[in-house]
């Protein structure tokens, strides 16, 4: 029997569990998918404590990814350049910090909803931690570049400038985004929490791939997409779907079907 979890603060609607046990179901695999609410200041007892009862793994969900980062004894590139970890592997006596929320945003938007990055303009809103978190994976698609948007313009020049090694990428505000020439828009803002959409003009959306990070509900950015044509109009439900199936993966080696598993949940 594997011994899983996630940690989170909050953390009782998580859908991790229900995601994972679909996955060993499919497998073949023994496991146990707890979920474990750790204190805001002091994540790292609590996931010592879960090492100690003979963990094989976890997930890292928020505001715990930078803590896990911390906690982590070895990174992968992933990890490393997101800045952040949402799984971590115990293996004998390490542990291996990963982030598969971009392998996540990739497979869904390849497998799932068809789209190719190769050649295409996307076009990022926000420059936090979650597009820190999906700008490698996203580059090693080769799209034709990524133009970086965000309302404080100096974060989006520094993390295009940080990732240029990568791939091709620019920085700018809100107000620059040219209208004419974006593929695929993905919000990596933090606004729909607040009901909110970044202050944008309604041009961009045309014919434009809409993809909000967010997932669970009717956002505000797919209100606005919806109202201002974009062509394919998404949440994240996928990637957090395809983000566990690459942890799972990581943890065991094993592929899950992932489209049944969406279905199941969008049902
Ligand atoms: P996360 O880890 O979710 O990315 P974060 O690091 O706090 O969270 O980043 C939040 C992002 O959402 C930032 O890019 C933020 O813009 P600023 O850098 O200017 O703060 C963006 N954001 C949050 N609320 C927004 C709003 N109402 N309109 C536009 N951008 C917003």
């Known amino acids: 029997m594997c011994k899983f979890a996630v940690f989170g603060n909050p953390i009782k609607h998580s859908l991790s569990p229900n995601i ?11 496991i146990s998918y707890d979920k474990i609410l ?39 590139l992933n990890a490393q350049t997101a800045g952040a970890v949402n799984t971590i ?11 598969t929320d971009g392998i996540g945003l990739i497979n869904d938007l390849t497998r799932n909803l068809g789209i190719e990055l190769k050649d295409k303009i996307v076009l990022i809103l926000g420059a ?32 295009a400038k940080d990732f240029a090694k990568f791939g091709k990428t620019c920085g700018f505000g809100l107000d620059k985004i040219k209208h004419d020439s974006v593929d695929i828009i993905i919000n990596a803002t933090s606004a729909s929490l607040d009901g909110k959409i970044p202050d944008i003009a309604s041009g961009i959306a045309n014919n434009a791939i809409c993809y909000d990070l967010m997932y ?7 209100d606005w997409a919806t ?29 899950p079907n992932t489209k049944q598993v969406l279905s199941n949940l969008r049902r």
Do not use: Y
């Open 128 to 159: 936090g931690g979650a597009t820190q978190g999906i700008l490698l994976p996203l580059l090693e698609q080769r799209p034709n570049r990524i133009m970086i948007a965000n309302r404080t313009p100096s974060k989006a020049i520094k993390l």
């Open 89 to 99: 592997k115990i293996k004998q006596d390490k542990i291996i910090g990963e982030n």
């Open 216 to 222: 669970g509900k009717q956002t505000p950015f797919m």
């Open 20 to 30: 994972h046990t679909q996955f060993a179901q499919q497998t073949r695999l023994e």
């Open 227 to 255: 109202t201002n044509h974009g062509s394919i109009i998404s949440d994240g439900l996928g990637m957090l779907v395809e983000q566990a199936a690459a942890a799972f993966e990581f943890w065991t080696g094993a592929t």
């Open 38 to 76: 750790a204190p805001v200041d002091d994540f790292s007892s609590s996931a010592q404590a879960f090492i100690n009862q003979g963990a094989n793994g976890f997930n890292i969900t928020v505001p715990f990814k930078l803590d896990a980062f911390k906690f982590a004894s070895e990174l992968t």
